[in-house]
């Protein structure tokens, strides 16, 4: 179902960014820059290049080695020295990465932290993760409580509190760890750059109104959220790759070209999804190939939204610093409440024009998991439409049952026949 | 083969009265004695809470009864609940789900859920779907501990559902009100204070199963009601003939949300070992010494959430001395070790328990750990484990 595959300039061009980002991570002690561990959703990637600190993101980290093999060994490691087997396998996957000598997807080692940014945004197990991270590291911890959309909303309260804790609790750690003052026309100018490459991000992203859709905005998607995400936000680099990007799909638009995948171009598009819940990394390929060779393609998907929710609106806002970083974290998907996920997901499949959805329900994370089988009910409710469920781990290998998966699907995808076939 | 967790002999006289009253509130999981409170005046209202603490002088100042939704225990058949929750959820939320489908928490005018887990959190959004009509509010708890940004925030959390309650039983909350209120739940914490002092000294006298249904019942009583009922057990337990048994002395960690069952308490007890000290209804000590009367209400009582809460896996250990204060706790009330136990699938308290163990391993404190659910019915691994560990502890003072 696809032709042959070629690496498009921007996907080479997002490889140099991410090589030289652990390039530098490999040389941070010798060139004295300090390195921050903090988290995806809700990151604070601008606030930390004001202070020209690194970043490194542990679930990065733990996806990335889940790509190359890695996890089953590390969690296999952390299970040993007391780790249940009942928590989620980011934890463990880092816990075992650290106990096997911190060495990142490009062969080099993942310096130490000098700081843990506990930046709390939808899950409560990054709490617990610092805290064990804590006690592995002779460093200290900040934390950026960020409250929750329980009822749907941001208040004037909860921004307040947390622009209160970036002025007052963040800004004076920061500026004491990195020994510089916080520049805040600078961080104006990043924030300028943000919203330029958002901008851009949410036209790729929506680009796959079109039919046939040019991109995956799931398996693919991962690919194109992932810039923005690992510390590039705010960056030069970061607005070029994004218009590079789109230059390359507004291409495709013209020629009615499908999205890229492993195996090259997906020629025929006959079903169009809509995917709730984070991928797998372990068979990553494997999960992806099961759509394509059957013609799928995921139109949108709520996975990544996790580091913001841009097609509805939100831009990074140079004209107020603070409060935009604040308004950013607590607008995560992963910090919507449940009829907020149930809303937007009904929004994806009407606006994308889908022929269904599909929820990949993954062990590890009770943040995405717990509650899906009433979304999935509810968005069948809604919109008439073929709802699908698997099961699967991020992670941890012994979670993902090939098999099984691949059953499930083409039952999945036989089910959307036959509601086509109906009308 | 099941092992039977026989009652406890029948009691009779006052204590067996308070005893059956306590277990009665304890099953009626209709919630009856909510609906009887209700019927005595029609603008009463009751708010259910999930674990782990709210501030329940709040509800009390606006007129309502806040009652503590537990989840259903090895006492409700869960029929619907399962198709609500992956394999790899808690049990907690299923029979919680398993009640409000079967119209078990009708008697409820609205529901807090506190900011614990990403369980409990998401089950407020089911409930918001599920319960459209009701009252249903995530009820933020600041994990930032200054005054000028967690403590305000908090407070206006606590002022909202206060407004929301208030609209309800027409009963707007003063701050003269609400100092009342912390005043009654003072009496409340020193009798429940009493209750956990008499049983570090003397445990044969309280029965690990007896003290829990004197702490369940508060979920559910009026705060006075439940006081007198404590200070009376308390007396009474004093004036009995229970005598001492060869018993190690444990105390006991990770069970602050899904709770155990009844069985699972004796159980331990039965295998030789007394539970000086726990973390079981947690939310009706999370405070463990009295509020702040006067002054700011509000205030004093995010001051006490902020300074003086118990140590619990689900709050930000900022300080970094979760490990310390375990240990210290453990010398306080002299136990001989500590039963690690956690609800299976729970990230909380899993996550948390490499630090205590580490905590334990470095000060040479004997523990043990193990998993249970609402409704384990089997025993026997549990009733083997404990009883090794006691008698290893016995034997050579350490297991
Ligand atoms: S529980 Fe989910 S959101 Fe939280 S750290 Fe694990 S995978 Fe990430
Ligand atoms: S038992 Fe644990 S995971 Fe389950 S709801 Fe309670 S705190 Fe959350």
């Known amino acids: ?423 | 083969m099941t092992i039977a967790a026989p009652a406890e002999p029948a009691l009779g006289g006052r204590l067996g009265a308070i005893i059956r009253r306590a277990t009665e509130l304890y099953e009626d999981l209709d919630f009856k004695s909510v609906l009887d409170w209700k019927a005595k005046d029609k603008t009463r209202r009751a708010i259910g809470f999930l674990p782990v603490y709210v501030p329940r002088e709040v509800i009390h100042a606006a007129g309502g009864l806040p009652v503590g939704i537990m989840g259903g225990g090895d006492m409700t058949e869960i029929v619907r609940g399962d198709s609500y929750f992956q394999s790899y959820i808690c049990h907690l939320p299923r029979s919680v789900i398993e009640l409000a489908v079967s119209g078990r928490l009708d008697a409820m005018d609205g529901f807090l859920f506190p900011s614990i887990c990403d369980v409990i959190r998401n089950l407020s959004g089911m409930f918001k779907l599920l319960k459209p009509d009701k009252y249903v509010h995530y009820f933020d708890l600041p994990q930032n501990f200054r005054a000028g940004l967690g403590g305000k925030f908090y407070a206006h959390e606590m002022r909202s559902v206060a407004q929301a309650v208030a609209k309800m039983t027409g009963s707007e909350v003063t701050d003269d009100r609400l100092r009342e209120s912390i005043t009654v739940y003072n009496a409340n914490r020193r009798a429940i204070a009493a209750l956990l002092e008499l049983r570090i000294e003397k445990p044969w006298l309280i029965p690990a199963t007896e003290y829990y249904l004197m702490l369940r019942a508060g979920y559910l009583l009026p705060a006075d009601e439940h006081t007198a009922l404590v200070n009376e057990y308390t007396l009474m337990v004093q004036q009995s003939n229970r005598r001492p048994l060869d018993n190690i002395r444990v105390m006991v960690r990770g069970a602050f949300c899904e709770q155990p069952p009844l069985a699972l308490l004796r159980t331990l007890e039965r295998a030789g070992c007394y539970l000086v000290d726990d973390d079981f209804v947690v939310g009706s000590r999370f405070i463990p010494d009295p509020i702040k009367a006067e002054g700011d209400p509000w205030e004093a009582l995010a001051e006490a959430f902020m300074q003086r809460s118990l140590p619990t896996a689900s709050v930000y250990d900022e300080k970094h001395q979760k490990g310390d204060l375990l240990v210290r706790r453990v010398k306080d009330v002299r136990a001989d070790g500590v039963l690690l136990m956690a609800p299976s699938f729970c990230d909380p308290a899993l996550l948390d328990q490499p630090m205590l163990q580490s905590a334990l391993e470095e000060a040479g404190i004997p523990f043990t750990s193990f998993k249970y659910s609402e409704d384990t019915g089997q025993f026997q691994v549990i009733r083997e484990q404990a009883g090794t560990f006691a008698d290893a502890i016995k034997l050579w003072g350490t297991a």
């Open chain 1, 1 to 423: 179902m696809t032709t042959a595959a070629k690496k498009d300039a921007s996907q080479e061009r997002q490889k140099t960014m991410i090589a030289e980002h652990f390039e530098k991570l490999g040389h941070a002690k010798e060139n004295k820059q300090k390195v921050v561990y903090t988290f995806v959703p809700g990151n604070l990637t601008e606030l930390l290049a004001n202070f020209d600190l690194l970043p490194v993101l542990p679930e990065i980290n733990a996806l990335q080695s889940g790509m190359r093999g890695k996890t089953g060994d590390y969690i296999h490691l952390a299970e040993k020295s007391g780790h249940s087997e009942d928590v989620c396998t980011y934890v463990k996957a880092d816990i075992g990465m650290l106990k096997s000598g911190n060495i990142g997807p490009t062969g080099e080692k993942i310096p130490e932290p000098d700081l843990l940014l506990l930046s709390y945004t939808g899950c409560f197990t990054f709490l617990k993760w610092f805290e064990l991270l804590r006690e592995e590291y002779d460093c200290p911890v900040v934390m950026l409580h960020v409250p929750y959309q329980g009822d749907g909303n941001i208040t004037p309260e909860m921004r307040q509190y947390v622009a209160g804790q970036i002025r007052e609790v963040l800004i004076p750690e920061l500026e004491k760890l990195s020994g510089k003052k916080f520049d805040e026309d600078r961080l104006r100018e990043d924030l300028k750059r943000s919203a330029k490459a958002e901008d851009d991000l949410v036209w790729v992203l929506e680009s796959a109104k079109h039919k046939p859709s040019p991109i995956d905005a799931y398996f693919g998607g991962v690919y194109y959220i992932g810039p923005i995400f690992t510390s590039f936000r705010g960056t030069q680099d970061a607005v070029e790759y994004y218009e590079l990007l789109r230059g390359e799909i507004e291409e495709r638009i013209k020629l009615g070209l499908g999205p890229v995948t492993p195996d090259g171009v997906m020629n025929e598009e006959k079903y169009r999804i809509v995917v709730e819940g984070p991928p797998n990394w372990t068979s990553f390929r494997e999960f992806w190939k099961m759509f394509y060779d059957e013609g799928a393609v995921v139109v949108a998907s709520s996975y990544t939204k996790v580091g913001g929710l841009y097609d509805r609106g939100f831009r990074h806002n140079p004209d107020e610093p603070i409060e935009t970083l604040a308004d950013y974290s607590m607008g995560c998907y992963t910090n919507l409440n449940l009829p907020d996920r149930v809303n937007l997901l009904e929004n994806y499949v009407r606006d994308y024009d889908a022929d269904g959805f599909l929820i990949n329900s993954v062990k590890s994370c009770n943040s995405f998991s717990a509650g899906q089988l009433l979304i999935l009910r509810e968005l069948e409710k809604r919109t008439g439409r073929a709802g699908g469920f698997i099961e699967s781990d991020l992670v941890d290998p012994r979670y993902f049952s090939a098999a099984n998966i691949k059953n499930r699907l083409e039952s999945y995808f036989q089910m959307i026949e036959a509601k086509k076939a109906k009308g």
